[in-house]
């Protein structure tokens, strides 16, 4: 069955465009990633994900110069290039297809993630989506889950990013992907801290931070990303507290998610029945 799209006029504008560059060069290109996933969700959309049967280094500078913008080489050994169009508005990433588009989606790390359709489509408003895992209906349901069992050993950034995901998008995190996440956590250490940073700081940029740390803990992330957080645990506190430290530092940060929140609180602070907290993927 068809799926329509809602996409901002603007960026329509530019899936458009971008879709009569590759058709014209006789490229297949395909919508993917948090692209599709936020259309789907009617999300504003600005990061623009398009895998493509080329090679975006060839075509990423071709495609700067017709939009008038800026190309970067994000990883010349992967072959994953980025272009700026003039305006700003938005953010083209190309990446090249392992396989046809079937195989590339199985390369993802969640099934949420492992979307897709023809470029062209997405243009139209119209598309057949391409979900080989079964990520539309986790996309319904509010459910993060990988795609398998070896997404967090391929990449161990990808512990981060399903809670990041989960935060962002206010979703639950499927019971068997928190066993896997927690029985990977170590691998995080592996990881660049700059690019722990990034997951970290997207996640700390959300209305739901104090939640997504609470989250990170109960995966065991919390002390490997933030080891100093893990002194404060089991430190008790004078008696008009019922926290110790750690939970006082998760408190305040809730405080300050509904200080800096244009909505009215759900609940006092600290005391949220949220469903990030459970890691449990149910709504």
């Not at 090679?55 to 800026?70: F, I, K, N, S, T």
């Not at 019971?175 to 722990?196: K, Y």
Request: aromatic share 4%; proline share 5%.
């Amino acid at each position: 069955a068809l799926i329509e799209l809602r996409i901002e006029a603007p960026r329509q504008a530019l899936i458009s465009q971008l879709a009569s560059f590759f058709s014209a060069r006789g490229v297949r290109a395909y919508a993917t990633g948090g692209f599709l996933r936020d259309a789907l969700l009617a999300l504003p959309v600005r990061d623009i994900d398009i895998s493509i049967d080329g090679d975006p280094l060839v075509l990423g500078p071709e495609l700067a110069d017709v939009c008038g913008g800026h190309y970067f080489a994000l990883d010349e050994e992967k072959h994953q290039a980025r272009v700026l169009p003039a305006d700003g508005a938005a953010q083209i990433d190309l990446l090249p297809l392992h396989g046809n588009i079937e195989a590339d989606l199985g390369r993802r790390d969640y099934t949420i993630d492992a979307l897709a359709c023809r470029l062209e489509e997405a243009a139209a408003g119209r598309i057949e989506l391409i979900d080989p895992h079964r990520g539309l209906e986790d996309l319904r349901a509010g459910v993060v889950r990988a795609t398998g069992d070896g997404v967090f050993t391929e990449d161990p950034l990808r512990l981060l990013r399903g809670v990041r995901l989960a935060v962002q998008l206010d979703f639950g995190i499927e019971p068997r992907t928190a066993g896997l996440v927690r029985t990977h956590a170590a691998l995080i250490t592996a990881v660049a801290v700059e690019r722990q940073r990034d997951e970290l700081m997207r996640i700390f940029g959300t209305p739901r931070a104090g939640p997504g740390m609470r989250l990170l803990d109960e995966l065991s992330l919390l002390g490997s990303v933030l080891p100093e957080m893990e002194v404060a645990r089991g430190v008790e506190q004078p008696k008009e507290h019922h926290w110790d430290v750690l939970g006082h530092s998760f408190a305040a940060v809730d405080d300050l998610d509904m200080l800096l929140s244009e909505d009215e609180p759900a609940a006092a602070p600290g005391c949220q029945d949220d469903r990030l907290h459970r890691a449990d993927g149910h709504r």
